[in-house]
Structure formats: structure tokens, C-alpha cells
């Protein structure tokens, strides 16, 4: 069983950081592209970020360029998110992901999502 455990989120004031961590289980971690998506409310699903299987960068979403840095540890099967100089747009509930691709849209597995709330 796939399993995608996001974890990190909490409540912050705008311009501070934080880092979100996903754990992963139930399928190869290390050949697949890792990424995370968020929601916000009343909003569509957004891609944030998506890295390839050895770490380089496939993509990230303009809003949150420069601010926003993913890794991932393959020995761990562990994905990151540091989330640095946050807004209030970038509440949301982020989710990790795996089998992210190129267009953005898509993905083959998605976890719970962890809550990340910004204040003014």
C-alpha cells in the first residue's frame, strides 16, 4: 500500500518559515519523481514543486520562486519542503506526492495533507 505521510504544517506569521517533511512507503521511492501540491481554500489544486529521482529540479511554480526549496533523501525515503519568507496566499493544505510530471496537472499518488496557515 502506498503510503504519503506529510507532516510539518502549523500556524506562522508572514515572513517566517517552515519545513514540511513527507514519509514514504509501498512503492520504489527512488525512481519516481516526488512533488508537492497545494490547496487553498476555495481554490484549485496547485503543483508547487517536483523534483526527478535524483533530486534535480523538474519544476516549481512561480509564486513561490525563490521562497520555496524541495529535496528529497532516497536512503530515507523522505521528501522536504522548506518553506521560507511564507505569505498569507500560501495558506493551504500542501500534499505530497509521487509520479509527478512535467505538465504539472498530474501525478500517480497523492498522501494526507499536512495545514500550513499564515497570518498577516
Known amino acids: 500500500e502506498v503510503q504519503l505521510q506529510a507532516s510539518g504544517g502549523g500556524l506562522v506569521q508572514a515572513g517566517e518559515s517552515l519545513r514540511l517533511s513527507c514519509a514514504a512507503s509501498?512503492?520504489?521511492?527512488?525512481?519516481?519523481?516526488m512533488g508537492w501540491f497545494r490547496q487553498a481554500p476555495g481554490k484549485e489544486l496547485e503543483g508547487v514543486a517536483c523534483?526527478?529521482?535524483?533530486?534535480?529540479?523538474?519544476w516549481y511554480a512561480d509564486s513561490v520562486k525563490p521562497r520555496f526549496t524541495m529535496s528529497r533523501d532516497n536512503s530515507k525515503n523522505m521528501a522536504y519542503l522548506q518553506m521560507n519568507v511564507l505569505k498569507p496566499e500560501d495558506t493551504a493544505i500542501y500534499y505530497c506526492?509521487?509520479?509527478?510530471?512535467?505538465?504539472?496537472?498530474?501525478?500517480?499518488?497523492r498522501g494526507q495533507g499536512t495545514l500550513v496557515t499564515v497570518s498577516s
Open positions: 506526492v509521487a509520479g509527478c510530471r512535467s505538465d504539472r496537472g498530474r501525478y500517480d499518488y
Open positions: 509501498g512503492f520504489t521511492f527512488d525512481v519516481y519523481t
Open positions: 523534483l526527478f529521482s535524483d533530486g534535480d529540479t523538474l
